[in-house]
């Protein structure tokens, strides 16, 4: 095939051996043996935090430090593929220029807002959670339903793009907010134009947001057919991070740290793998909409590592394009965003290229070779 970009646009996408007259001062990459894939779409991502086996520490390092995380992982992101970055938490720090705390990840979006080469992102502001559960002082607390519609009406404020609710309690066996609490957010950020998110460990919290309404649960380690059922009447999307267990276990070979190296470790990692990994098959199979992300940062993935991911959804159940679609226009999807993860006549020219089949073999997006928005 040959595609022909001009001023940031795909101008039109033809055989090679149906060009037609080229423009005069045109210049021609040979692209001979590689795929064309559209920039890809990390669903859950945290940009302003590093990843890796100490990643809950790494949390509470001083804003500058985090900042400038921020601008290495996005360098990674647009080296390894990814357009778009949709961030699902990121921590509460004072602004230098008007003192007031807000999710670092703001300051992030206006920086990379006028820079091509910086990937394009939507940003939930900070996490909203029932205390004794979250790290101390990263994220907001809200142990009732008038605090929790407080906080979610402060991020909103604050010019968070969606809000992040965090559904695991302090007990695993108990939801932290109420249905109707939970709707209420819901009705809020709705007639504000926003859209809700919630993270979801367990079943429990699982039923709470999906009754609730909530536009998407975020990893979904514990869902019953009943609960995948229900998210595709309703549209609920799905956003899968099923790559932290592998890279979990790759911590029992190259760290010294108990949690991962114990056998008692590696066998509780294990039997949530496997849970995960069928709650992602059971939402397939029900026709749920999948978009997918790395955790990186706030998981101990590293921004680089979304084909994992999509390795991870093929081992679920899906076939390589549509775990591919998940990592391209089902994020776009969820975004709202009609061009993110596609390559058409007239949209924007976000697109790499790979050596081998993304469309049969998963691993080909680990071979990048060269990025349209970087490289010209
Ligand atoms: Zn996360």
Redesign the pocket.
Known sequence: MSLLVDAGHVVWIRPSTDEGDLPPDVHVIDAGGSTIVPGMVDA?S?VTLPGGSHWIDRGADPPEELLAVAEHNGDLLSRAGVRWARD??SPLAADPRDGRRRALALRVRERWRSDPKRPMIRVAGTWIGHSGVLTGGLAIEADDGPALLKAASTQLDDGADFLKLYLDGPKKEEAPWSTEDVRAVVELAHGRRAKVTA?SGFLVGARVGIDAGVDSL?HGFELDSEAVAKMARQRTFLVS?LAIFRSWASFAQTTTLPRFVSDEGKERIAHRRERAIESVHLAYRAGVRIATGT?F???SLRANHLAWEVEALVEAGLKPWEALASATVRGGELLGEGKAGRIVEGGPADFFLVHGDPLTDPTALWRVWRVAWLDG
């Open positions: 859950h945290h699902v938490g993270h975020e991070t955790d940062g706030g998981g």
